[in-house]
């Protein structure tokens, strides 16, 4: 007998929901905590910064640590709503949410940059990325990419099962326009190439995973290329960003922030100076004004200077967990678009991983892009939470193979073939 998957598509009995794999949660939960602690030890220095550059007492010692513990709140409730939303109501939604993100980018577009309308929008340097109102703020590009992920899961998938993968009229032209168009939004409008490079890492995963042509793969990373260093070539502070990385020599920059290299010689000096265990909490030094973004972008470097080399270990290997048991979730699951949905939560958090880090380290230019669950900020965490929790939900529908001599006795003793109970408890091995 078969029954029905959450997507509408028949699946075999291998395929019936059982335990959710815990894991997702445990290290997520694990990250989130780790975050709020470095928040809670480095939050009376930022404060105390900001307090003096702008000649107030707005920022308390805990200000920073509370508003981490609401965004915290906040990502682990999008991380339940999305865990026990049904899988059909994303696929059936997939182009509304998708939707949605596009007019939020529109309407960003509309009212920070023509409008210039200031009581609704931040605007930083000639970019306009934020809904600020109030106390609330939102990043229109984070939903979009929760938009690309659920839609082009979908629209990937039905290609799959259609076999049109590898046709340009039905599948890769249309792919390309939804792509080119949330790119815009965001590498062009929002001038936020990170985020953007974070949004095709989720591209790039679901087409490798879905088996697409290499030789369509192959045209299409020749034409990203391009577009990638037009994007490049046309931005003054990304050519900056690129000649500040190739020109700067060691130690030739740690005078004043507006000294080239000084961003990336700082948090150097931050990991280094950690040693084998750190200098402790609370005693972090480039904390104090010396290392830019110190809770959002370079906090993996604080967190270098805080818990030393044993403790970035540590980080790094809950990150490698969580990304080990997407890529196992991703390669059991039979069903097109929960495997491509996966594969893309995957990209998602392994581009911000690898371009964070790797930029702190000096292995490539500074990008902008946030430390996952670590960094400062609600948005960004809130819908990455969201991604898991989609994640998790998957992995209640991996397959299974049935030891002939279980399903034997199961038959035996229930009169029919079919399931234990204690079958819809097993684990993803």
């Not at 009995?13 to 030890?41: C, E």
């Not at 939470?385 to 002939?404: C, K, L, M, W």
Request: with cysteine.
């Amino acid at each position: 007998m078969r029954r029905r998957s959450q997507t509408g598509v028949a699946m075999p009995r291998q395929r019936r929901a059982h335990r959710p794999d815990y894991r997702l949660v445990l290290y997520t939960g694990l990250l989130m905590m780790i975050g709020l602690v470095i928040m809670y030890a480095i939050g009376p220095q930022r404060a105390h910064v900001l307090n003096m550059a702008h000649n107030t007492d707005f920022y308390t010692n805990t200000y920073f640590v509370i508003r981490q513990t609401i965004s915290l709140l906040v990502a682990l409730a999008a991380l339940v709503a999305l865990a026990v939303t049904p899988l059909a109501v994303l696929h059936k939604y997939a182009g509304k949410i998708l939707l949605a993100g596009l007019v939020a980018c529109a309407l960003l577009m509309i009212f920070g940059n023509w409008l210039g309308v200031e009581a609704i929008t931040r605007c930083t340097n000639g970019a306009c990325r934020w809904f600020d109102v109030g106390p609330v703020s939102f990043q229109p590009a984070e939903l979009l990419k929760f938009g690309v992920l659920i839609y082009l899961a979908r629209f990937i998938g039905n290609a799959m099962t259609n076999k049109s993968l590898n046709d340009w009229r039905e599948t890769i032209w249309p792919m390309l326009a939804i792509v080119g168009l949330a790119t815009f939004f965001i590498a062009v409008v929002q001038k936020d190439m990170g985020t953007s490079l974070s949004m095709l890492s989720i591209v790039v995963a679901i087409l490798l995973v879905s088996g697409m042509s290499w030789r369509i793969l192959g045209r299409l990373a020749i034409g990203l290329a391009g577009v990638g260093l037009v994007l490049i070539i046309s931005a003054p502070h990304r050519m900056e960003r690129i000649m500040t990385f190739f020109n700067t020599h060691e130690g030739d920059s740690l005078q004043t922030q507006k000294d080239s290299g000084y961003h990336i010689e700082q948090a150097k000096l931050a990991i280094g100076s950690g040693g084998l265990f750190g200098l402790g909490i609370g005693n972090s030094v480039q904390a104090t004004g010396y290392l830019p973004e110190a809770i959002n972008d370079s906090v993996f470097a604080i967190m270098g200077e805080t818990f030393g080399f044993v403790g970035l270990v540590i980080i790094l290997g809950l990150f490698a967990a969580l990304l080990m048991r997407l890529l196992k979730i991703s390669s059991l699951l039979s069903d097109p678009w929960l495997q491509l949905l996966v594969a893309g939560v995957f990209g998602w958090l392994a581009s911000h991983i690898v371009l964070n880090i790797a930029s702190m380290v000096g292995i490539i230019p500074l990008t902008g892009i946030t430390l996952p669950l670590l960094s400062f900020g609600g948005t960004s965490m809130a819908f990455i939470a969201a991604a898991i929790g989609v994640a998790f939900q998957a992995s209640r529908y991996t397959n299974f193979a049935v030891n002939e001599r279980e399903e034997h006795a199961h038959t035996g003793r229930r009169g029919r073939v079919g399931w234990s109970r204690d079958t819809s408890r097993r684990r993803i091995s």
